[in-house]
C-alpha cells in the first residue's frame, strides 16, 4: 500500500506514534488505522474460535465471477453500472450477503434480480446490516437461496462522482481497507478470488485512455469509446485497476523489460516517466531472478503521480516515483501470495518493505520478548491492517532471515512460499508452518508472542506525515487543470482522490 516514508530527522524516528481509536456507526465507510480495542478477537467472540467458521457466517458467499459494466459520463460525473455476480453459498449458509458500499445508501440501486426474478427495491430486495468486528456494512439479501446450486445476482445502479477533473479510477486504500466495493458488488476481503471482467465505456467525443489490470482491450463499440478488462484469473476484488482519462492529457511509454510488458503513463508536464522506466530496468529483472517469474502474464501498467502515496494491484499500480518499487514488488507479496483476513496482510507489507529497504533503520532483530496483538487485535472480518506491519513487522523479517543464515537465504524461503502458495490465501499461522517446513526450525510460539499476545500494548511509531499514509493523488498539473477551466482543490479534496 502507500509506502510511509520515515522522517530523516532522528528525533522524530524515536517520536511516539499517535494510535487512532474509534468505530465508525450507521456508516458503510472503511475501519480507522487500528481497531477500537485491543483484546483479541478469538477471546471476545469464544464461539467463533474456529475462524472459517466465521468468515462463512460473515461472508455467506463464494463469488466465482463478477461482470460488471460502467458507462462514465463525464459530463455528469456519474457512472451507470450494471453488474452481474455469480456465486454459491458458504458451508451451513442459506442467506446471501455481499459488499457494495453506495447500495448502503437509498436509491442508488434501481434494479435487483436475483437468478432471474426481479425484486422490489429494497424490502424484497435487501437490507444494510451491521457486521460485529467490522466498521463495513454488508447487503443481506432479504431470502434465502438453495444452498446446492449457484446463482447469480444481477444489479443495475448509479454512482454520483465528484466533480472537478473529468477522470474514473478505482481508489483502493488497504491500510483503511476500502476497495472496488465503492464501484461494483463484491466481497472485500483478501481470500475471495474471482474472475472479473469489466467492460469501461465513455460517454463522449473527447478521446480518452485505459490502463488497467489485466488483459485490457479496445472494443469496436460504435456508441461508446470502450474497453474490456479481464483479471484471466480468480484475484481479490481490491486489487483489480483500472484508470479512465483524457488521452490528451496524459503521455505513455510501452515496451517489454526482461521479457515483462510495460505500460507507463503519467500526466503531461508531470512526473517524468523516463527515470522511473529506467529504475523498473533494473527493478524487474532481479525481482524475477531473486522469487521467480513475474506472476501477471499480461505485464505491468503503471500510472505515475507526483503526490500521496502508492497503491499496488495484480499486474497494476499507482504510484509516485518513490513509492514505485515498493509497489511493483507486491506484484509477488499482496497481489499473488495472498492473506487470508485483511489482518494477515501485515506480512506483505513487512516482506515488501524488509526487501526494498524501506525502513533501513529497522533493518535489525525485533528485541527480545516483543509481544503484540497486531494481527489478534482485530477481528478476521475487520478491513485495514496494523500500522505496525512496516516498522515491527520490518524486524520480525529481519530475524526471520538471520535465523535462516541471512539476506539470501531468506529470499529463497520467500520464493519458496511464492512458488507453492501464490493465489492460495493463507494466514499469519499458516505463514509459521511454510517456515517450520523449509527450514526445519519452529517458530510457532514466536509468532504466538509477536501477532497474538491478547492485551499488548501498541509500540511508539515513528511519526510519517499524513499525505504520505493516504492514497496517491491524481490531481493533475496546473496547467491541465487550466485547460479544463479548473482551480486546484484542496489538501483535504485530493486525499481522497478527487
Same mark, same amino acid.
Given at each position: ?223 461508446y469509446q470502450e474497453w474490456l478488462l479481464d483479471s484471466e ?24 523489460? &526482461? $521479457?515483462?510488458?510495460?505500460? =507507463?503513463?503519467?500526466? +503531461?508536464?508531470? #512526473? %517524468? *516517466? ?93 528485541? &527480545? $520478548?516483543?509481544?503484540?496483538? =497486531?494481527?489478534?487485535? +482485530?477481528?478476521? #472480518? %475487520? *478491513? ?45 499461522m499458516d505463514l509459521a508452518e511454510f517456515f517450520r517446513l ?49 482551480? +486546484?482543490?484542496?489538501? %483535504? *479534496? ?5
Open positions: 500500500m502507500s509506502r510511509i516514508f520515515p522522517w530523516k530527522d532522528s528525533g522524530a524516528w524515536r517520536a511516539a506514534g499517535l494510535l487512532l481509536l474509534g468505530v465508525l456507526w450507521f456508516s458503510c465507510s472503511p475501519a480507522p488505522d487500528f481497531p477500537s480495542r485491543g483484546e483479541a478477537w478469538e477471546n471476545d467472540v469464544p464461539a467463533y474460535g474456529d475462524e472459517q467458521r466465521l468468515l462463512d457466517e460473515t461472508f455467506r458467499i463464494d463469488i466465482s465471477e463478477i461482470d460488471v459494466t460502467l458507462t462514465y459520463r463525464p459530463q455528469e460525473a456519474a457512472v451507470d453500472g450494471r453488474a452481474r455476480v455469480r456465486f454459491r453459498m458458504r458451508p451451513g449458509q442459506r442467506r446471501p450477503r455481499i459488499h457494495f458500499d453506495p447500495g448502503c445508501r437509498p436509491g442508488v440501486i434501481s434494479e435487483w434480480r436475483l437468478d432471474g426474478a426481479a425484486r422490489e427495491l429494497p424490502d424484497a430486495a435487501f437490507r444494510a446490516v451491521e457486521v460485529v468486528g467490522s466498521a463495513q456494512r454488508i447487503l443481506e439479501f432479504a431470502e434465502e437461496v438453495d444452498p446446492a446450486v449457484a446463482h447469480e445476482l444481477v444489479m443495475a445502479y448509479r454512482l454520483e462522482l465528484p466533480g472537478g477533473y473529468p477522470r474514473f479510477t478505482t481508489a483502493v486504500h488497504d491500510i483503511k481497507g476500502s476497495g472496488n466495493e465503492e464501484l461494483f458488488p463484491t466481497l472485500n476481503t483478501p481470500h475471495e478470488l474471482a474472475r472479473h471482467r469489466l467492460t469501461l465505456r465513455v460517454v463522449g467525443d473527447v478521446p480518452y485512455r485505459c490502463l488497467g489490470s489485466g488483459h485490457v482491450a479496445r472494443t469496436n463499440s460504435a456508441a484469473r480468480e484475484v481479490a476484488s481490491y486489487t483489480v485497476m483500472f484508470v479512465l482519462l483524457p488521452e490528451a492529457d496524459t503521455v505513455l511509454r510501452e515496451g517489454a523489460i &526482461a $521479457g515483462i510488458p510495460v505500460r =507507463m503513463a503519467a500526466f +503531461r508536464g508531470g #512526473v %517524468a *516517466v523516463d527515470p522511473a522506466w529506467a529504475e523498473l530496468e533494473s527493478w524487474l529483472p532481479q525481482m524475477v531472478a531473486d522469487i521467480g517469474p513475474f506472476p501477471m502474464p499480461r505485464g505491468l501498467s503503471v500510472f505515475l503521480v507526483s503526490g500521496g502515496g502508492g497503491m499496488e494491484y495484480f499486474g497494476g499500480t499507482i504510484s509516485t516515483p518513490d513509492a514505485l518499487s515498493h509497489e511493483v514488488f507486491h506484484m509477488y507479496c499482496a497481489c499473488s501470495a495472498v492473506g487470508r483476513t485483511y489482518r494477515d496482510t501485515w506480512w506483505d507489507e513487512a516482506v515488501t518493505c524488509w526487501y526494498d529497504r524501506t525502513y533501513p533503520d529497522y533493518m535489525v532483530p525485533i528485541e &527480545a $520478548g516483543f509481544r503484540s496483538n =497486531m494481527v489478534s487485535g +482485530r477481528s478476521p #472480518v %475487520a *478491513v485495514g491492517f496494523d500500522r505496525r506491519a512496516y516498522y515491527q513487522g520490518t524486524q520480525i523479517i529481519e530475524t526471520l532471515a538471520r535465523r535462516l543464515g541471512g539476506r539470501q537465504e531468506m529470499i529463497a524461503f520467500l520464493s519458496d512460499v511464492h512458488r507453492r502458495h501464490a493465489f492460495a490465501p493463507f494466514g499469519t523449509y527450514s526445519g526450525i519452529d517458530v510457532h510460539s514466536d509468532f504466538q508472542d509477536w501477532f497474538f499476545s491478547a492485551g499488548a500494548v501498541s509500540a511508539a511509531l515513528p511519526p510519517a506525515p499524513s499525505a504520505l499514509e493516504s492514497p496517491p493523488d491524481l490531481t493533475p498539473p496546473e496547467e491541465i487543470l487550466r485547460a479544463h477551466g479548473l482551480k +486546484r482543490p484542496s489538501a %483535504a *479534496v485530493r486525499g481522497d482522490g478527487s
